[in-house]
Each structure stands twice: as structure tokens, then as C-alpha cells.
């Protein structure tokens, strides 16, 4: 069974940083593209970042210079490290795996940490 953790969401000012942790088990993790997505109340879940298996990333244009999507395969962990932030980035954002490229969402899902961008 696939199971994506999440962790490392919370509160923080405008310009801050944080840095978000999904930890995988359950599957063959080195073989994956890993995705962290988000959604906001009433939109549609988006595409943050995402890595393949290869180490080929994406980003939406929102976030381009200001996250960096990483993966330890040793650990089967994917991080997403998220500098510079914005009121705009204050969502839930969640975990996402499958087999597919870096644009395909997968079909495994975490159960998502909040951020928040707030003074």
C-alpha cells in the first residue's frame, strides 16, 4: 500500500521560507516522478514542482526562482523547498506520485500540509 506523508507546512512571514518533506513508502521510489502540488478553497489543485526519476524538473511560472523541488532517494523522500514566499502561496499543498512525466499527476496522493504567508 502507497502512502505519502507530508510535513513541514506552518506559518510564516511575507519573504520567509520554509521547507516541505513528503516521505514515501509502499513503492519503488526511485522509479517515480514526485509532484507537489496545491489547491486553494473553491480552485482547482495545480501543479507547483515536479521531479522524474531522472532528476528533470518542472515549475509552474509562479514559483520559478523561489522553490526548488528535491528528491533523496536513499531516504524515499521528496522535499520542496519554498524561499521568498507570498501571501498568494498561502494554500494547502499536497504530495503527489505515479509513473508518468513530470506534467502527468499520478495517482497517489498525500493528505496535504497548509501554508501559510502572513505578518
Known amino acids: 500500500q502507497v502512502q505519502l506523508v507530508e510535513s513541514g507546512g506552518g506559518l510564516v512571514q511575507p519573504g520567509g521560507s520554509l521547507r516541505l518533506s513528503c516521505a514515501a513508502s509502499?513503492?519503488?521510489?526511485?522509479?517515480?516522478?514526485m509532484g507537489w502540488y496545491r489547491q486553494a478553497p473553491g480552485k482547482q489543485r495545480e501543479l507547483v514542482a515536479a521531479i522524474e526519476s531522472g532528476g528533470t524538473t518542472l515549475y509552474r511560472d509562479s514559483v520559478k526562482g523561489r522553490f526548488t523541488i528535491s528528491r533523496d532517494n536513499a531516504k524515499n523522500t521528496v522535499y520542496l523547498q519554498m524561499n521568498s514566499l507570498k501571501p498568494e502561496d498561502t494554500v494547502v499543498y499536497y504530495c503527489?506520485?505515479?509513473?508518468?512525466?513530470?506534467?502527468?499527476?499520478?495517482?497517489?496522493w498525500g493528505q496535504g500540509t497548509q501554508v501559510t504567508v502572513s505578518s
Open positions: 503527489n506520485g505515479g509513473r508518468g512525466g513530470a506534467s502527468q499527476r499520478g495517482p497517489y
Open positions: 509502499g513503492m519503488l521510489f526511485s522509479i517515480y516522478t
